[in-house]
């Protein structure tokens, strides 16, 4: 395939670099480009607001949501598009990261299974970044098998009654409203007695618990419902069909997450490169180079599999299960990464500090972070699973519950 860009999409990126150039907050660029994966805080600016404010100011011009349609606060452009924008934007896209849940999931959700009002006044203010989104599925024991979840939904008149508790939902601290799956038939099998709705994050009877995790963030949080009241207007499919609903929402994740992994390569040969040992430079050492030869062949293997999202994307397909292979691959490389820069480091490793520590703190902060890279929207095994099913064709996971009624599958817990 030829990746150069065709003669509209050199015009489309001519005409976003322009844009970006004349109004991008410059004076966020220094920091926002040291910004180690997964942690992002500014000094002067609160990160929330500087994201808002950019987030609006694309949206005014007419940059944001680009795949959307023009209706909905989008542009209409081509998923090829939209890859080009990301790449043109660069650094500046580390603010896009708490509108990833609401444009990436929730929005392709309501388009797809809400009514025409729903879609009218929810959807251009997820656009513009002014209400954010979250994604409240995962639960204590319905995570990898989200079908498990237990957070049940009655029926009262024209609402729904919800008690129970999601669990890893980010972004619920900072969240306005939230898609969330529940279980509304105890008595079929698992798949089948689940039902989608959303909600606002402001609804009576619904508690916000931030989870600190070990880098010392709140990034996402328990959430519990105590009897919430949900209008039936906020369903989004047919009652007992909130499976399938999901699997566009969670098919969205996977692509989202799937198509821009980060790695630390970049990271790590630069600074291998400028590290002084009493050897020499690191990167001289003869250990150090069999290691970053290994990872930049990887790293390569991963530039061109997305190269094959990017490819499927240019020819109006929907990505396959490479995006599970960039998954798979970029986590635990992160995570080896980190783990050596550390060890270069010695004792001064301990010090993670953005000031005071080597390399700003960066490593430790990939290395904290790294762990759920491996596990946030499928896990290593789950990305295993679907590699052996979908690509190599083996035989299935064994799945014993699958058409056993969700109520009667052996447990110490109640459905
Ligand atoms: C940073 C981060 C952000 C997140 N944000 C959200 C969010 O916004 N909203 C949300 O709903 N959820 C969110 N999650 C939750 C995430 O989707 C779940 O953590 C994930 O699906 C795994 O579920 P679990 O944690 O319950 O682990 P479990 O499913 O209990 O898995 C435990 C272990 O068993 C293994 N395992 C499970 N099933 C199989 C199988 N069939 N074959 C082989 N091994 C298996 C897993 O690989 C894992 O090692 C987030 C998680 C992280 C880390």
Redesign the pocket.
């Known amino acids: 395939m030829n990746f150069d860009d065709t003669p509209q999409e050199a015009t489309f990126r001519a005409e976003a670099r322009k844009w970006i150039q004349a109004n991008a907050p410059k004076e966020l660029e220094q920091e926002l480009s040291q910004a180690g994966t997964g942690r992002i805080r500014l000094r002067e600016a609160n990160l929330l607001e500087a994201s808002k404010k950019w987030q609006k100011k694309k949206a005014d011009a007419g940059w944001a949501a680009l795949s959307w349609p023009k209706d909905y606060g989008g542009r209409g452009s081509t998923p090829i598009e939209r890859v080009i924008w990301s790449q043109e934007e660069g650094v500046y896209s580390k603010l896009g990261a708490p509108f990833l849940?609401g444009q990436g999931m929730c929005g392709p959700t309501i388009m797809a299974f809400g009514t025409d009002d729903a879609k009218k006044k929810y959807l251009p203010p997820m656009a513009s970044g002014e209400q954010i989104w979250?994604?409240?599925?995962?639960?204590?024991?319905?995570?990898?098998?989200?079908a498990g979840l237990r957070t049940r939904a009655e029926r009262d008149g024209n609402d729904w009654i919800v008690n129970g508790q999601?669990?890893?939902?980010?972004?619920?601290h900072y969240s306005d409203y939230g898609i969330l799956i529940l279980r509304t038939d105890p008595n079929v099998p698992k798949h089948k007695g689940l039902t989608m709705f959303f909600l606002s994050m402001k609804s009576p009877g619904v508690e916000i618990r931030p989870i600190k995790q070990a880098s010392g963030q709140s990034?996402?949080n328990e959430v519990y419902f105590t009897n919430v009241r949900i209008p039936d207007s906020q369903r989004l499919g047919n009652v007992g069909d909130g499976w399938n609903v999901s699997l566009t929402t969670l098919m969205n994740e996977r692509f989202a997450i799937g198509s821009g992994v980060a790695t630390g390569f970049p990271e790590i040969f630069e600074y291998c490169a400028n590290l002084m040992t009493d050897d020499g430079l690191a990167i001289d050492n003869r250990a150090v180079r069999s290691k970053l030869a290994s990872w930049a062949v990887k790293n390569s293997g991963l530039k061109y599999t997305s190269y094959r999202t990017i490819s499927a994307l240019s020819k109006g397909e929907r990505p396959g299960p490479e995006n599970s292979i960039g998954k798979l691959v970029s986590g635990s490389m992160m995570q080896d990464i980190a783990a050596f820069a550390l060890d270069l480091q010695g004792a001064s490793a301990v010090v993670a500090d953005v000031d005071q520590g080597d390399a700003g703190g960066r490593f430790q902060t990939m290395l904290l972070r790294s762990?759920?890279?491996r596990?946030?929207?499928?896990?290593?095994?789950?990305m295993?699973?679907i590699i052996a099913e979908r690509v190599l064709g083996l035989p299935g996971?064994i799945r014993v519950d699958k058409d056993v009624p969700f109520n009667k599958i052996p447990t110490r817990g109640r459905a």
């Open positions: 849940i979250c994604q409240l599925f995962s639960e204590p024991s319905g995570g990898s098998d989200v999601k669990i890893w939902t980010s972004g619920a990034e996402f762990p759920s890279a596990i946030a929207g499928g896990t290593d095994e789950i295993r699973n996971d």
